[in-house]
């Protein structure tokens, strides 16, 4: 249905909202391309329902917003490079995505955000938390601002891609292109929202530029428990068929591991993103 009457609802008070009304099999009206974005800017991260989307479908979709990302690491959809197997199996226990993080920070040119859509559910658990960094750098003190103002954090894909892991398997290769590490600003201004936010994450921070990792750990500690704080995150709870497309550069997620023994697959296209200064 090509509707006028677009919803969008939030999902928490600072983060996730809910978008109803669209249609994303069919080409986005320029105005319909720019409301997706503008909730985007506001809430960090949109969800869509009930979309029934073939991998090209999906592919197109992601175009929209951008050139698509593929990725180095997860394995993919064997007709479609473009798409990543976010995958676990009944029999495996670990899944992708299972503490917070950002992905992508430890690219010099960090990707904007992923497009990830349901196909295979479990019957309960397997919701994904969001994290809002606007949030968590507007709670900040003012002296705290200042002092991260003009710090750069040290990010990088070793420790987490680089090894090879029998608990991913299959899910994960290519162990020997997560050379490179990135810095970043600690606090951007977001290259769309024009809004500053925290960007440093626990899956890939690895410390700040210039201090040594014991200088680095205590302040980052600090700022991971604070913007863990409930009240920057909202909760996700997947259907077949929903859509999440969230911002790497001003939230974090976190994909609940509470559904052993059941199958959860979800197909991610990553969309290119810009520099970060
Ligand atoms: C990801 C990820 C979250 C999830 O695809 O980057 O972390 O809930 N997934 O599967
Ligand atoms: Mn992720």
Request: include cysteine; charged fraction near 20%.
């Amino acid at each position: 249905m090509r509707s006028n009457t677009i919803e969008i609802s939030p999902v928490g008070a600072c983060v996730g909202a809910e978008i109803a009304g669209i249609d994303l099999r069919e080409p986005l009206a320029p105005q319909v391309r720019e409301t997706v974005q503008q909730a985007m800017n506001e809430h960090g991260v949109v969800f869509f329902r009930d979309q029934a989307l073939t991998e090209d479908q999906h592919i197109s979709l992601a175009r929209q917003f951008g050139d698509i990302n593929i990725n180095r690491f997860f394995s993919h959809v064997p007709t479609h490079p473009e798409i990543a197997l976010v995958v676990k199996e009944p029999d495996q226990t670990r899944n992708i995505g299972g503490g917070w993080h950002t992905d992508h920070s430890y690219d010099r040119i960090p990707a904007l955000g992923s497009m990830l859509y349901a196909r295979e559910i479990p019957p309960k658990g397997g919701d994904t938390l969001f994290a809002s960094m606007y949030a968590a750098y507007d709670a900040l003190s003012d002296g705290l601002k200042q002092t991260l103002e003009g710090m750069r954090g040290v990010h990088s894909s070793r420790h987490v891609f680089g090894v090879k892991r029998g608990d991913l398997e299959g899910r994960i290769g290519n162990y020997e292109l997560a050379t490179q590490d990135a810095t970043h600003p600690v606090v951007i201004t977001h290259p769309d929202s024009g809004r500053k936010a925290l960007y440093v994450n626990p899956g890939f921070t690895i410390g700040f530029d210039g201090w040594t990792a014991d200088e680095s750990r205590p302040l980052l500690e600090y700022l991971y428990r604070h913007a863990q704080k409930p009240e920057f995150s909202c909760r996700f709870q997947w259907q077949v068929g929903s859509l999440a497309f969230w911002d790497n550069r001003s939230t974090w997620h976190y994909a609940l591991n509470d559904y052993q023994g059941e199958r959860r697959l979800l197909h991610r296209i990553t969309i290119e993103g810009v520099a970060l200064g």
